[in-house]
């Protein structure tokens, strides 16, 4: 396949980038190809293998999402190691097995049109904009080693602006003794593997704190949690750390260090190397990549996907909706509990104080069967506030406990 090379000045290095309409078919195959049994499997020395720089032209995150899956499941690394670097628009990004609802704002998230993606490793919640360096390290299975990469981004830091950082028990890039500056997850498949971690520059901490805050919204899940830090931006540590300068910083580092160790081979290695390259990440460079995209963009597979779990809410009865002529001695209390399985209710219960009945609200059972089966959104608050109009056969204005009962009701189900 046709490439077109050109030398690009990066610092006071030279490195050759590669245009690559398709990247080198001497680098890729397809899993068909690759289904040669695991132990069968003979590596290359280090010595015989060569490493990229990948710069994603794409800021979008379910893009860059699917070319990182595509990449994983298409791509041969056994003698050509990949580092990715990519940025996206605001998003939130959470785990494989995490819970949107636990992990973060969605109202918020939906007020500001910011994206909310599950990724297909493990690990906790993330907020990216564009002031976040994404990186990617693409392995051979075997020769997966998370470590090794902390280490090197580690160095980049120290030899690139001075920066000093140490890696937590937890894989966590920590600079002055607290901070986080980078969380980090994984996938390991049979034949390949991926490490990648995100690395904070300039990023919006307002709109980070905002988009992961956590609320009392009584759930209850077996589902992965979040560990919440303390975090700080690069460059709020050296004014001198961009996205663009940490790219390159950490790129260099990348390819003069070798391939399975951390020792460092200098200018002369990253001669002998792939060099950084622009891939653009659509349809006609990586086949089948936009069916991927879909759905990792599907409310399926963001929502869907969730563990299932169990929220239920207290909220007081105003003393204006009770019985006039009663006096309680207790504190009338409306409780809603809803079961989620999928991202869909499958069952939910409301608990009506005395006061509430007396006063005429009885919250008929065809009323909360309306709900069973709706999306874990305003999709069932709508379905309440409906069922509640016709409940008597005819269709009304909600009076006042009604409108009560459906604000209690949308505060469960938007979490806010």
Not at 221 to 230: G, L, M, Q, V
Not at 316 to 321: C, D, F, G, R, Y
Request: proline share 4%; hydrophobic share 35%.
């Amino acid at each position: 396949m046709a490439s077109i090379m050109r030398k690009v000045v990066m610092g006071n290095m030279l490195v050759m980038v590669g245009l690559t309409r398709r990247t080198s078919s001497r680098s890729l195959t397809t899993a068909k190809n690759l289904a040669t049994k695991k132990e069968e499997r003979k590596l290359p020395k280090e010595g015989e293998i060569t490493k990229s720089v990948f710069m994603s032209q794409s800021t979008d995150i379910y893009t860059n999402l699917a070319l990182e899956d595509w990449m994983y499941k298409n791509m041969d690394f056994s003698n050509h190691h990949v580092m990715m670097v990519w940025r996206n628009e605001p998003c939130v990004v959470i785990g494989r097995h995490q819970n949107p609802w636990l992990e973060a704002n969605v109202p918020f998230l939906a007020e500001r049109e910011i994206a909310l993606a599950r990724r297909n490793s493990g690990g906790g919640t993330v907020y990216h904009d564009r002031g976040n360096l994404n990186i990617t390290f693409f392995t051979p299975r075997e020769r997966y080693n998370r470590k090794n990469n902390l280490e090197l981004i580690k160095r980049a830091l120290y030899r690139g602006f001075g920066i000093k950082s140490e890696v937590n028990v937890r894989d966590d890039l920590i600079v002055r003794d607290k901070y986080k500056v980078s969380g980090t997850a994984a996938k390991l498949g049979r034949l390949s593997a991926y490490h990648h971690c995100t690395l904070l520059v300039n990023a919006n901490k307002a709109d980070l704190r905002k988009s992961l805050a956590k609320r009392d919204h009584g759930i209850q899940t077996n589902a992965t949690p979040s560990t919440p830090s303390p975090v700080v931006n690069l460059a709020d540590v050296d004014n001198k750390v961009t996205v663009e300068t940490l790219q390159t910083t950490i790129g260099y580092e990348y390819l003069r260090t070798r391939a399975l160790s951390l020792e460092d081979g200098g200018e002369s290695l990253i001669s002998k190397q792939r060099g950084f390259q622009f891939v653009n990440p659509t349809d006609e460079w990586f086949p089948g990549l936009d069916e991927i995209r879909s759905g990792l963009q599907t409310w399926d597979w963001s929502f869907g996907r969730t563990p299932l779990f169990t929220v239920s809410r207290k909220f007081p009865v105003p003393a204006e909706l009770l019985e006039p002529s009663k006096v309680y001695s207790a504190t009338q209390e409306l409780i809603i509990s809803c079961t989620v399985e999928k991202g869909i209710i499958s069952d939910v219960t409301l608990n009506i104080p005395p006061g509430l009945m007396e006063s005429g609200f009885y919250g008929e059972a065809s009323v909360i069967t309306q709900l069973k089966g709706k999306r874990f959104t305003s999709e069932a608050l709508n379905a309440l506030q409906e069922a509640m109009m016709r409940h008597h056969g005819d269709v009304h204005e909600l009076d006042d406990k009604e409108q009560f009962v459906a604000k209690c009701f949308d505060q469960v189900v938007n979490t806010v």
